[in-house]
């Protein structure tokens, strides 16, 4: 699986605060937590999933 996340797990879990709750009420009965686990096996939880990491960056570049 090519690299979506960021390689420093303080980075990864900022960005995933910052999305987390946006991505499950546009998804309602998903989770950011079971779409990781889907973007290690599917091509399409992959691209969402970069996606969403690429707005996280937006966001957390936004703040400083």
């Known amino acids: 699986m090519p690299v979506i996340e960021p390689a420093n797990?303080?980075?990864?879990?900022?960005?995933?605060?910052?999305?987390?709750?946006d991505y499950e009420?546009?998804?309602?009965?998903?989770t950011l937590a079971f779409l990781k686990h889907r973007a290690r096996f599917s091509?399409?939880?992959?691209?969402?999933?970069?996606?969403?990491m690429a707005l996280?960056?937006?966001r957390s570049s936004r703040l400083g």
């Open 9 to 21: 797990p303080k980075v990864q879990d900022e960005y995933e605060a910052l999305i987390r709750e």
């Open 25 to 30: 009420r546009c998804h309602p009965g998903d």
């Open 43 to 52: 091509v399409e939880d992959q691209g969402l999933l970069r996606d969403w």
């Open 56 to 58: 996280a960056r937006k």
